[in-house]
Each structure stands twice: as C-alpha cells, then as structure tokens.
C-alpha cells in the first residue's frame, strides 16, 4: 500500500503498527483508511491520514452474543498510542464540526518520520467509497492530476468549509468525466422495467 504525494513515504510501516496497537484491544478491532489516502486524491502538504477503527464481525451474531468491546474504542486506543510519547503525541482538534482524536505520529520508519492522524469510529462500510475511488480514477490517465487541480484552486479560493473534506470535488470530477466521456458509468445492478 505505498503512497505518495502529500503523505509520508513510509506511512504503510505507520498503517502496520497501528493496526499491532489496535490488536491489543479486546472486542475484534481492525482499521481502514479513508480520504484522500485511500483515493489517492491527496494535494497539499502535508495531508492529515485520516483513519476509522471499526468492529469487525463476520455474520450477525446472536442475540446476546455480540463482541464487547471498549466503550469508547477510539479514546482506548488513541490512550495505548499515547503510552508511547517517543512515538504519538496529542493535538488540538481542528474545530468542533470534527468528531474524530487527532494526534501527531512521529518516528515510526526513520527519525525524521511525522505524519499527522484523525481517528474515528465507524462500522465495516465506512470509507469504502474512497478504498473504491482510487481505482475508478486510475482507470484514466487525467483523472487524478484533474481531482487535484480542482481541490488546490477550491482552498486557494476558500471554498472548502472548516473541517470539510474534499471528497465533494472528486465525486465533481468523476462526475464531469463521465459526462465527457472518459470514464464510463458504473453499470447498473438492476435492469430497468
């Protein structure tokens, strides 16, 4: 999962010891991407990697038998990152439309290694759309160079909210590639009557 751009080279060594810190928790825990990370839609420097712990579960349980797990999993996990000062610290959250921790990862492959994080808590589908974004762009050879054009002018010209992603701009541009006519539409499931 080697990314570039905005984020640190070696955050996919960062994605692997989260994922080991998480394990520590109980309740069947796993972590997932989201954002411009995972579509590859990242544009300026640096980028926050955003990130969702979630509970795995494989089928619906019975009643009774759910996992349990933290209450808070999010302020757990974000305190066992935090044991370790030589490697997580603490950040202000960027405004109160945020729900997620935000904190500052730092020597996790070399020294000069800093990447900073937003923690959430979500389900088993959350960011899936971006995990499917990213290859729907590489399909077109302008798609990613265009997404990252529009959200560079869009901060240039204040047009994203405090605490707004960028994620309207893409699903624009996808939009406007299919009217073009490079990118095909996603073929639709059910057939019309």
């Known amino acids: 999962m080697a990314q570039v751009g905005s984020f640190d080279p070696d955050c996919g060594k960062l994605l692997k010891d989260l994922e080991e810190v998480l394990r520590q928790l109980p309740g069947g825990f796993a972590l997932r991407t989201f954002g411009s990370y995972a579509s590859d839609t990242a544009c300026r420097a640096p980028e926050v990697l955003d990130v969702v712990i979630y509970q795995e579960m494989m089928g619906r349980p019975a009643p009774g038998l759910e996992p349990r797990g933290p209450a808070d999993p999010v302020k757990d996990f974000v305190a066992c990152l935090l044991a370790h000062p030589d490697r997580f610290s603490a950040l202000e959250p960027h405004s109160s439309m945020q729900q997620g921790v935000r904190i500052l990862a730092f020597n996790f492959a070399n020294i000069h290694s800093k990447q900073e994080l937003m923690i959430y808590y979500g389900d088993s589908t959350s960011g899936i759309i971006d995990v499917l974004l990213g290859p729907l762009l590489r399909l077109q050879p302008h798609a990613l160079p265009l997404v990252k054009t529009v959200k560079r002018w869009a ?21 406007f590639l299919q009217q073009q006519g490079f990118l095909r539409c996603p073929k639709q499931s059910v057939s019309a009557p």
């Open 155 to 175: 901060r240039r010209h204040d047009l994203n909210p405090p605490g707004f992603g960028g994620y309207h701009w893409t699903v624009l541009c996808i939009f």
